[in-house]
């Protein structure tokens, strides 16, 4: 009994978290599906939105205008590794890996030199926080976090259908298509990876906000949890509906589920140090099943 | 229409797997012209299609469209005036999207990608119209993935996306190849319609000279990266497939004998 008070306890908590790396997980849902990139900049770049805004916050600057800098820092880190990986020919994933190892000292830096920086709710006005999670009224952040989720989803719906969006599917998914048709695939490249790492260095200022500081290892394995929320999300709702708008809810759903998941093994006695691994594993059990079921699946040829 | 002078492209140069692709070839399209080319296996006509359409740089070498200088445009920019096919069905169109928005993308070619809605209501109509004059009953299917299309529907649904700006030089690489016989015979109908309804200037890649012969008013043979033989008009009328088997192992030499083969079993 005392498992599932405690566990219903930690629900809102989960659910806070999972939408918080919600808008996180659909960036990575823009590289991951949309342009076909495995974008490792997430690591580094979530890291940074978290120490951007935890430092201007404690300089004093207003909150959202906070997090309005945090979506333009992290289209900033964007546009590195899309610079290394379209105008210097080095491999998206190994440009990636490239940027996120730099925000590392960048973000050190950010951060005065600490490793950590807290900003605490009491003194400063925050967007959202933690302590408030179980309180009946608007201090309570899941209103906040639904209401963001459903502006960056609305935002996504609409900037892919556009001429624009359009575009930037055509390169992920054919680029010898997209140039035959006029598509200048490596500008298409550079602004898909921008508003990506725009919304994972959002997430990442909510995220230092709701937990009252940032860390310089709050990245550390973000891009598995984005993909853990992907490909949970696909699994649950594949059968429901190709709709883009509800596929982009289906992966706000997966972090949520993921959040809850991981309430329970923690509920259950798990350690938190194994917490890395079992996600690994979580990630790596949703892409394997899908891939043997296809493959035991095949006969006919798609022609 | 378009003028290709002296263009030269070797790949891999200075290692052991140096290949001469295209050798100071010079060739004029004259618009309104339906050129088809063949050649045996590495004579350079893909590679040909490709320095047209800018995948490659050439090594040297000009290449015009309309006299306008397009030899150092990238592949982006001269899909304004091009039209491509390829051999691969697949390569063609984007899979995950939906055909309507692939025809979208296509009629965007050369313009700017705005933050506009991406297709707009006239458009499906018109699209509609498009397809039904294909007929494969794509036109009730407008909002179907393309990726769930057959390989002869998709090489049809890229003609059209081809076709559908106009352009001044069509490029068809083989693009009935990895058909079946049907559905290639199909694809070549359509394809002769929408070439001869807006008047392209057009250059077509076949390894079947059966076809060579009874598309265009023109033919052209490759090999070793030049242009071995150019007939047009009535000459090329009255061609028939041992006058070109004749004239390829002339050109090439008797050592090619493979070549000859299989261009004569493609034709089977």
């Known amino acids: 009994m005392s498992f599932f008070t405690s566990l219903l306890n930690a629900t809102p908590g989960a659910v806070a978290q999972g939408l918080v790396w919600g808008i996180m997980a659909l960036g990575v849902y823009l590289t991951y599906r949309i342009m076909h990139i495995a974008d490792l900049t997430v690591d580094g770049s979530i890291a940074t939105g978290g120490a951007v805004c935890v430092m201007l916050i404690r300089a004093g600057i207003n909150p959202i205008v906070a997090m309005l800098v945090t979506l333009a820092v992290g289209a900033l880190a964007g546009l590195i590794t899309a610079l290394l990986h379209t105008k210097c020919g080095i491999p998206d994933i190994l440009a990636g890996i490239l940027t996120q190892l730099s925000l590392y000292s960048i973000n050190l830096r950010i951060m005065g030199g600490k490793a950590n920086q807290t900003v605490s709710v009491d003194k400063y006005n925050l967007l959202i926080s933690q302590r408030y999670v179980r309180a009946m009224n608007l201090t309570n952040p899941i209103p906040l976090l639904l209401l963001l989720i459903v502006i960056t989803i609305a935002a996504m719906y609409w900037f892919f259908g556009t001429e624009k969006g359009c575009s930037i599917r055509a390169t992920g998914t054919n680029p010898n298509m997209a140039r035959a048709q006029g598509i200048n695939t490596k500008n298409d490249i550079i602004i898909g990876l921008m508003i990506s790492n725009a919304l994972v260095a959002f997430s990442g200022g909510l995220l230092a906000q709701y937990q009252g500081a940032s860390d310089i290892n709050m990245g550390r394995g973000a891009i598995v949890i984005g993909l853990a929320a992907v490909v949970i999300g696909e699994g649950v709702l594949k059968k429901i509906s190709g709709n883009f708008a509800l596929r982009l809810l289906g992966v706000v759903i997966g972090a949520i589920i993921y959040y809850l998941v991981l309430q329970i093994t923690l509920q259950l006695g798990l350690n938190t140090n194994d917490l890395k691994l079992i996600s690994a594993m979580i990630v790596a059990a949703f892409l394997a099943v899908p891939y043997w079921t296809k493959k035991n699946a095949k006969g006919g040829k798609n022609a | ?268």
């Open chain 2, 1 to 268: 229409m378009l003028s290709i002078r002296n263009i030269s492209k070797t790949f891999n140069p200075g290692t052991v797997n140096e290949k001469k692709a295209l050798d100071n070839l010079s060739l004029e399209l004259k618009e309104g012209d339906f050129v088809t080319v063949i050649g045996g296996n590495g004579a350079g006509k893909s590679t040909l299609l490709n320095a047209i359409a800018g995948v490659y740089p050439v090594d040297k070498g000009k290449i015009f469209a309309d006299r306008i200088d397009v030899t150092r445009l990238p592949e982006f920019k001269r899909a304004s005036f091009l039209g491509r096919v390829f051999q691969d069905p697949m390569m063609g169109t984007s899979p995950d999207m939906l055909i309507e928005e692939n025809l979208a993308l296509a009629a965007r070619r050369g313009q700017r990608r705005t933050l506009k809605w991406g297709i707009t209501e006239v458009e499906r109509e018109n699209y509609r119209e498009m397809l039904k004059r294909l007929n494969l009953g794509l036109e009730d299917r407008l909002s179907t993935k393309v990726g769930l299309l057959s390989g002869g529907q998709r090489q049809a649904l890229t003609l059209l996306m081809a076709v559908i700006k106009k352009p001044k030089v069509l490029l068809l690489d083989e693009h009935t190849a990895a058909l079946d016989p049907k559905t290639a015979a199909k694809v070549l109908e359509i394809s002769d319609q929408v070439v001869n309804e807006n008047r392209l200037t057009t250059m077509m890649v076949t390894h079947n000279m059966r076809d060579a012969i009874a598309h265009g008013n023109r033919l052209i043979m490759m090999n070793a990266g030049r242009i071995v033989v150019d007939v047009s008009g009535e000459e090329k009328k009255n061609l028939t497939v041992k006058d070109l088997m004749d004239m390829f192992s002339s050109a090439s030499g008797s050592d090619e004998a493979n070549d000859v083969l299989l261009l004569s079993g493609k034709n089977a």
